[in-house]
């Protein structure tokens, strides 16, 4: 099945910066690859996903890149505030419409004021 | 429109004890899932279901139970619970591909 492994476990940045959250997978029939945000006592909540016809997609100071021949995507998060610090997860799915999703195991980030 | 919704909020249990996690969503979507989280292991999918009076199951399936009798509603059942069953449960829902969470369920069983 899908393996999806996440880079770093812990990212502190300072306010203002960028910060860049890595992601690979497995499997290379993924074509489905969403970032939840899961703030802390919440449930995780979609921030953007991207599919793999896509290179990129962009939405306000967040962006996905996917890099299919090398089979990893990442989270950029620009002018980095307060309030996007969270754990972050990645996913993929292995047949868009596929029901199931495989998580990876989620990164920390801290924005220091 | 509540979006996905989970009751109780925490619960602890005794081993042996039995249980039941409620999930309703008012998207009318066809998809629902139980999810366990669990520190340093992400999310882990448990059962899900493709539409009213379906279930399947996902990954860590061992030790409990699910039912679909309604559309909006996917109910998760702990018959014996035991203390590795001490975890996060989050319900979602799905119009494929996007999945939209509650907002958990803290377990924990001593």
């Known amino acids: 099945g899908e393996n999806v492994e996440q880079h770093p476990s812990t990212l502190s940045v300072q306010e203002g910066d960028s910060a860049v959250i890595k992601c690979t997978y497995s499997d290379s029939a993924s074509n489905y690859f969403p970032w939840y945000k899961q703030e802390l006592g919440k449930g995780p909540q979609l921030i953007i996903d991207?599919?793999?016809?896509?290179g990129e997609k962009k939405d306000q100071r967040i962006a996905v890149t996917l890099n299919k021949t090398a089979k990893h995507f990442s989270l950029h998060i620009t002018e980095t505030q307060p309030e996007d610090s969270a754990v972050y997860f990645c996913?993929?799915?292995?047949?868009?419409?596929?029901?199931?999703?495989?998580f990876g195991t989620g990164t920390r980030l801290t924005i220091i004021p | 429109n509540a979006g996905v919704t989970q009751t109780p909020k925490f619960r602890v249990l005794k081993t042996g004890q039995s249980m039941t996690l409620l999930c309703a969503q008012d998207m009318n979507h066809e998809y629902m899932y139980w999810y366990r989280q669990d520190p340093g292991m992400g999310l882990r999918l448990i059962h899900y279901s493709v539409g009213e009076g379906t279930t399947a199951k996902g990954e860590v399936p061992d030790g409990y139970n699910v039912s679909r009798l309604k559309k909006q509603n996917f109910l998760l059942g702990l018959e014996s619970a035991a203390p590795s069953q001490t975890s996060v449960y989050f319900c979602a829902s799905s119009s494929l591909p996007r999945q939209y969470f509650g907002p958990g369920t803290r377990l924990t069983v001593t």
């Open positions: 996913a993929a799915t292995t047949n868009f419409g596929n029901e199931k999703l495989t």
């Open positions: 991207i599919r793999s016809n896509v």
